[in-house]
T-cell receptor
Framework: AQSVTQLGSHVSVSEGALVLLRCNYS??????LFWYVQYPNQGLQLLLK??????LVKGINGFEAEFKKSETSFHLTKPSAHMSDAAEYFC?????????????FGTGTSLTVIP | GAVVSQHPSRVICKSGTSVKIECRSL??????MFWYRQFPKQSLMLMAT?????????EQGVEKDKFLINHASLTLSTLTVTSAHPEDSSFYIC?????????????FGPGTRLTVL
């Protein structure tokens, strides 16, 4: 079965510092992986997705993620944190089910940016 | 493009009443819509998947008679919480896909905060 694990439910960084949010997947076949961001009391917004075209994926707001098959990882990074990056981040994998396909979400990582 | 709306954004109701939440894809036709429930500080829990014109498929443990889902058109799905109780209080989020492929993302609505008194 395909699933994702997010290490670290809370991450704090200083403004201007590197952001690294971890996501590992388990899958017997190359997965389709997504990172979403959720601001308080809002829905989810797509940051980026991996669909096997390129291992380094660039997303919105300066975020990027690298698919590493050898490490079964898809970590999200941003070189310099901004106060507006404070939010909840979810890694997700799209998996096949008997009704089509559906997302399986990680448990989320709450990012705090310290001024 | 790819905007999903939800209405209402928040609702407060008395225990025992029913509440309907609408999910609309505003600028695309959704082949599939999903309903999620999210508890505070937790991840999204998929409740059901619905395809236009067919019955919704509910996840294990979700009461289909309590959470009625109707996907009457390619742009509208509704979730009705019947005989709501305080334990049904939660953040409900819908999402929609315009294409059925594994590489295609879901577009999420802004969510509906339900509070049952």
């Amino acid at each position: 079965a395909q699933s994702v694990t997010q290490l670290g439910s809370h991450v704090s960084v200083s403004e201007g510092a590197l952001v690294l949010l971890r996501c590992n997947y388990s899958s017997s076949v190359p997965p389709y992986l997504f990172w979403y961001v959720q601001y308080p009391n809002q829905g989810l917004q797509l940051l980026l997705k991996y669909t096997s075209a390129a291992t380094l994926v660039k997303g919105i707001n300066g975020f990027e993620a690298e698919f590493k098959k050898s490490e079964t990882s898809f970590h999200l990074t941003k070189p310099s944190a901004h106060m507006s990056d404070a939010a909840e981040y979810f890694c997700a994998v799209n998996r096949v089910t008997n009704t089509g396909n559906q997302f399986y979400f990680g448990t989320g990582t709450s990012l705090t940016v310290i001024p | 493009g790819a905007v999903v709306s939800q209405h209402p954004s928040r609702v407060i109701c008395k225990s025992g009443t029913s509440v309907k939440i609408e999910c609309r894809s505003l600028d695309f036709q959704a082949t599939t819509m999903f309903w999620y429930r999210q508890f505070p500080k937790q991840s999204l829990m998929l409740m059901a998947t619905s395809n236009e014109g067919s019955k919704a498929t509910y996840e294990q443990g979700v009461e289909k008679d309590k959470f009625l889902i109707n996907h009457a058109s390619l742009t509208l799905s509704t979730l009705t919480v019947t005989s709501a109780h305080p334990e049904d209080s939660s953040f409900y989020i819908c999402s929609a896909k315009s294409y059925p492929g594994l590489a295609d993302e879901q577009f999420f609505g802004p969510g509906t905060r339900l509070t049952v008194l």
